[in-house]
């Protein structure tokens, strides 16, 4: 039984523990909170990739800010957004939209201060994430965001898991594959 996956994305390699998330399927845990290495080489790669114009970026709370971060930074754009996923004290008027995630084991919301709102309606966005599973946070970001008036004009993401490989509508830079619980690969890498 396989119990770690060894993940490469250009010259870096990580060794990312197997973890169930239910009674059939397991996945690769990739954290990129705290890897600051990974995250500047990462943003660097998929700020190359992106090949239309866009005034901000949006990432998805919390594993997706350290590569908004360093992508606005690389990309010259002074401002990012983050997309909540509580209602804080500090917002006024937040809006708010339902999305499930394959990691999390209940349906959560994401969050859109209202000034932010502001800000981003008739604005180009590109929405970037850690990893993109079944695409549920970034459907859910990118209702979000039409809702408020922004117009998302691309989406990236550092990872492709399982299915999300196939999908042509979403910048990735490698493909991370899904596991059962024995840590046997169950998509194609």
Request: glycine content about 6%; aromatic content about 6%; charged content about 25%.
């Amino acid at each position: 039984m396989e119990t770690n996956y060894e993940l490469t994305i250009g010259h870096l390699k990580r060794t990312l523990p197997i973890i169930p998330i239910s009674d059939t399927t397991a996945i690769a845990s990739f954290v990129l909170l705290g890897d600051a290495e990974l995250a500047h080489y990462a943003a660097q790669e998929l700020a190359k990739r992106i090949d239309v114009p866009f005034d901000y970026l949006v990432t998805i709370e919390s594993k997706g800010i350290p590569l908004a971060q360093e992508m606005s930074r690389i990309t010259d754009h002074e401002k990012y957004f983050v997309l909540r996923k509580s209602v804080k004290a500090y917002m006024e008027n937040p809006i708010a939209i339902g999305v499930r995630s394959i990691t999390t084991a209940h349906g959560q919301k994401l969050v859109l201060d209202g000034n932010d709102a502001k800000q981003l309606k008739d604005k180009r966005v590109v929405i970037v994430d850690d990893v993109i599973s079944t695409g549920g946070s970034i459907a859910s970001a990118e209702q979000l965001l039409s809702k408020v008036g922004a117009n998302v004009v691309g989406k990236c993401a550092i990872l492709a898991e399982g299915d999300a490989a196939q999908r042509i509508d979403c910048v990735y830079l490698e493909h991370l594959p899904l596991f059962d619980v024995k840590g046997a690969k169950i998509s194609a890498n």
